[in-house]
């Protein structure tokens, strides 16, 4: 009996000793709170910013064109090259210009050939008219004699002013052959300046930005070849609408954002096109941009126009975890950490806007601990 006894003792003492190790076990594996810090979040007064698209335009651009028409023999630049002022663009053909040019060399050599004839009329012209006034002032004075008849003065007078009609026109048949000279001459300069035509050359300095003529097509007058811009001097054209116009000035600054460039332009207004748009019912506004190297025409722009101020949730921009198109922050609920779904708008330099998820007066976990995730267990600390 008593060994009995002693066996169901041994047996209790057992039992009990296999039932307290799981507690000891359970306790030591709640992990300790993480320590944190929070912050409220509250409402802030922000810009209230209007915003317009647009479209990066150059402030100078040009359509090169021919001036004469022509084959184009070669061209020398491609779309995306940097051409100096004054470089060969496209040469046309002159083999054309070269033989107007010759003919109307020859046509002044022909002119020049005919002076020397002229000279020697106006010279003969002059001594038949020498010639007959001094035998006029002879026969007149005979004629006061009395020692010349009626007929033979008149016929002295006559022959006085045929040889000064002679001469006359001997003199304007000289002055009619320079006229010819210098109108040869001018011919002649004419067809030089537009075998000077012949050679295309850049306005000003810029990049290609589009080409359109080839080798062995012909160019017209006026038909663009290459269009180039000039590079560095960009703005962007803003479409803005009827109604917002009146708010916008000359000279007010802009936070312009384009495709392609990761942070916000500081720029400002420079042009209000008084035109508006039939269609869209929108103005166009110009916005000077800074130089920026990777700005081109056609980039995608966004113009935000500051009118007045508006009240916003905003929470610092570094406090959101982006999962895709998922956004999320960490708040201190009841000493659990719970991951809270926003939705977030206009960010301004590190403050980002809240449109959903969150409201004023909850307490979000920033800065977030390293390995920190839903549900954990937090101590936060002032």
């Not at 020049?112 to 004075?141: C, G, H, I, Y």
């Not at 811009?229 to 960009?234: I, L, S, T, V």
């Not at 301004?348 to 995730?373: C, H, N, T, W």
Request: with cysteine.
């Amino acid at each position: 009996m008593t060994r009995q006894l002693f066996i169901v003792a041994a047996c209790a003492i057992l039992l009990a000793g296999c039932g307290e190790a799981p507690k000891e076990k359970a306790a030591s594996a709640v992990p300790n709170p993480v320590a944190v810090s929070t912050i409220t979040v509250a409402t802030e007064a922000w810009p209230s910013i209007y915003e317009a698209t647009g479209t990066v335009r150059a402030r100078s651009s040009a359509a090169i064109s021919a001036r004469v028409m022509g084959y184009i023999r070669e061209v020398k630049a491609q779309a995306g090259d940097r051409v100096r002022e004054g470089e060969v663009l496209v040469s046309i053909d002159t083999r054309d210009l070269d033989i107007g040019s010759r003919r109307a060399e020859a046509s002044r050599e022909e002119v020049r050939t005919a002076v020397p004839e002229a000279d020697s009329a106006v010279a003969a012209a002059k001594a038949n008219l020498d010639l007959a006034q001094v035998t006029f002032r002879r026969m007149q004075d005979l004629f006061q004699k009395k020692s010349i008849s009626d007929q033979e003065f008149d016929e002295s007078s006559a022959r006085l002013k045929a040889a000064q009609a002679a001469h006359e026109m001997a003199q304007a048949r000289r002055v009619q052959l320079n006229s010819k000279i210098a109108e040869a001459d001018q011919e002649v300069r004419s067809t030089e300046v537009t075998r000077t035509y012949a050679d295309i050359r850049a306005p000003f300095a810029g990049v290609v930005i589009a080409r359109t003529a080839e080798p062995g097509s012909l160019a017209l007058p006026g038909a663009p070849l290459l269009t180039i811009e000039r590079e560095g001097a960009y703005r962007l054209e803003a479409s803005v609408e009827e109604s917002r116009l009146g708010a916008i000035k000359m000279g007010q600054p802009v936070s312009v954002t384009l495709d392609g460039v990761d942070h916000n332009i500081d720029a400002r207004v420079s042009e209000i096109v008084p035109a508006v748009d039939a269609a869209s019912r929108a103005y166009i506004v110009k916005i000077d941009l800074p130089p920026l190297p990777s700005v081109r025409s056609g980039v995608f722009g966004r113009a935000g126009f500051q009118q007045g101020t508006r009240s916003v949730l905003a929470i610092p921009a570094a406090a959101v975890t982006n999962r895709g198109q998922l956004q999320s922050v960490l708040v201190a609920d009841e000493g659990i950490a719970r991951t809270r779904m926003i939705t977030t708008g206009t960010q301004m330099k590190d403050r980002i806007e809240v449109l959903s998820g969150l409201a004023a007066g909850d307490r979000m976990i920033f800065p977030i601990p390293q390995g920190l995730a839903d549900g954990a267990r937090v101590e936060v600390r002032q």
